[in-house]
């Protein structure tokens, strides 16, 4: 892995309740395998030798917190909750003191696999990218972003499903939500963001839109869907729990 050598900072994405899952527990502090599901992405973070690590808690910060006493994490507070682009720029201060790449998860993606983000993170290194998406192919891709590509391969926007047209959401190569970015780009465009689209939000995926449209490398590396789907429903939960025993990951 070349982490060390380019340097590693992770964010995690935890502020959310998951109104999905009908309960009033924080979502990342929904049990799988006998244990909170944002400590397998902590664990994941920990293998790929990242550091440091922010946890961005909103909902419940304090039992998150709690939870995670024992963990090496820093955290920032995202308070209110406004969107992805937001939650990074609560974590950024965080990482004054870091160079090289940030890489984004999320705190209800437990099942990505620290090999699938090895070869990620190869691939956003090699490409010389300021910014890359994981994608990931699924027969149902409604409610995703999809992910259109230049005919080099290279991504060429990620459209959200309200905004893409009929061609568009027959596209069954999704955003996974997850990113690589170089910090001193990411930190140069986030600035840039604005809350102009329907749900009033900062979005992530418009930091890899303008990068794009500076004429910088945007990359995509394709990953397995049942790894980067996220728990949003009991019955997702469910079914993560079922992915980890016949793994043996529990």
């Known amino acids: 892995m070349e982490t060390a050598e380019h340097g590693l900072a992770v964010i995690i994405m935890a502020a959310g309740k998951g109104t999905r899952m009908k309960s009033d527990l924080a979502k990342v502090l929904h049990q799988l395998g006998g244990k909170a599901m944002i400590h397998y992405v902590i664990r994941t973070a920990r293998n790929l030798g990242a550091s440091p690590i922010v946890v961005v808690v909103g909902y419940q910060k304090e039992q998150v917190i709690c939870e995670l006493s024992d963990q090496p994490v820093r955290f920032a507070v995202q308070e209110p909750q406004l969107g992805t682009g937001h939650a990074v720029m609560c974590a950024l201060p965080h990482l004054e003191d870091s160079g090289g790449a940030v890489l984004i998860l999320s705190g209800d993606v437990p099942l990505i696999k620290t090999e699938t983000l090895q070869g990620f993170l190869e691939h956003h290194f090699k490409s010389r990218a300021a910014a890359t998406v994981l994608t990931a192919r699924t027969e149902n891709p ?3 972003g999809r992910i259109v590509r230049q005919s080099s391969g290279k991504l060429a926007a990620i459209v959200e499903e309200r905004d893409a047209d009929a061609a568009t959401k027959r596209i069954n190569e999704i955003n996974s939500g997850i990113y690589a970015f170089q ?6 465009v ?4 604005t809350t102009k689209n329907e749900q009033r939000e900062y979005y992530l995926t ?8 500076e004429g910088e490398i945007v990359a995509a590396f394709e990953g397995n869907f049942k790894e980067v789907m996220g728990i ?13 025993r016949l793994a043996g990951n529990v």
């Open 183 to 188: 910090l001193d780009a990411l930190r140069e």
């Open 142 to 144: 409604t409610s995703y």
């Open 232 to 244: 949003n429903t009991g019955a997702e939960l469910e079914a993560a729990s079922q992915e980890l």
């Open 206 to 213: 418009d930091a890899v839109r303008l990068l794009a449209a």
């Open 190 to 193: 986030l600035p840039g963001l």
